[in-house]
Every structure is written in C-alpha cells, then in structure tokens.
C-alpha cells in the first residue's frame, strides 16, 4: 500500500517555527519526486516546495523562499519542512505529495499520491 502521512502540524504564534515531517510506506523516496502544498480556506491548493528525484534539486514556491526548507532523509524515507519566521498568512492544511516522475514540479495535478494534511495555523 501506498502511503503517505504527514505530521508536526500545531498551533504557533507569528515568528515561531514548525517542522513537518511526511513518511512513506509500501515505496522509497528514492524513487519519486516529492512536494509540499499548503491549502487555506476558500483558496486554491498552493505549492509551497518540491525536490526531484532526478538530483535532489529542490524548488520552492514564492511565499516559501528564504523562510522554509525542504529535506529528506533516506535512511527514514521521511520528508521535511522546516518552516521559520511564521505568519498568519501561512496558516492552512498543509499536504505532502508524491510522484514517479523524474522532475518535481509545484503544480498539484502532477501528484498521485497525497497524504492526508497536516493542520498549521499561525496566530498574531
């Protein structure tokens, strides 16, 4: 079975940081291109960072640069975003994403496979 779950989530105040992990089961890592998308209410889905598969390059969306960072670590086949200098703007569900293909990209319709979300919300 394929699976992915995210986790770290919470409630933070602006300025603060969070780290959220997403694990993987029934497939490596090693093998997809994985993202990061963030959804608020009444907003379209928004990607917020990925890293390809073919290099380990990764990409961030606007509101992410300078402020998160994307990681992975093979050996737990486990994903992470560490997200710094928080704002309420950045409160939304945040979802981890996966594909085969070999470059990532920040557009959700490429993903096949999508964990459940992660809660974040960022209070003034």
């Given at each position: 079975?394929v699976?992915?779950?995210?986790?770290?989530?919470?409630?933070?105040?602006a300025?603060?940081?969070?780290?959220?992990?997403c694990?993987?089961?029934g497939?490596s890592?090693?093998?997809?291109?994985?993202?990061?998308f963030?959804q608020a209410?009444?907003?379209?889905?928004e990607?917020?960072a990925?890293?390809?598969?073919?290099d380990?390059?990764?990409d961030y969306?606007?509101a992410?640069?300078g402020?998160?960072?994307m990681?992975r670590?093979?050996?737990?086949?486990?994903?992470y975003?560490?997200?710094?200098?928080?704002k309420?703007?950045?409160t939304?569900?945040?979802y981890?994403?996966a594909?085969?293909?070999?470059?990532?990209?920040l557009?959700?319709a490429?993903?096949n496979?999508w964990?459940?979300?992660?809660?974040?919300?960022?209070?003034s």
């Amino acid at each position: 079975e394929v699976q992915l779950v995210e986790s770290g989530g919470g409630l933070v105040q602006a300025g603060g940081s969070l780290r959220l992990s997403c694990a993987a089961s029934g497939f490596s890592f090693d093998d997809y291109s994985i993202a990061w998308f963030r959804q608020a209410p009444g907003k379209k889905r928004e990607g917020v960072a990925c890293i390809s598969r073919a290099d380990g390059g990764i990409d961030y969306g606007a509101a992410a640069k300078g402020r998160f960072t994307m990681s992975r670590d093979a050996a737990k086949n486990t994903v992470y975003l560490q997200m710094d200098s928080l704002k309420p703007e950045d409160t939304a569900v945040y979802y981890c994403a996966a594909d085969s293909a070999t470059l990532a990209t920040l557009e959700p319709a490429w993903y096949n496979y999508w964990g459940q979300g992660t809660q974040v919300t960022v209070s003034s």
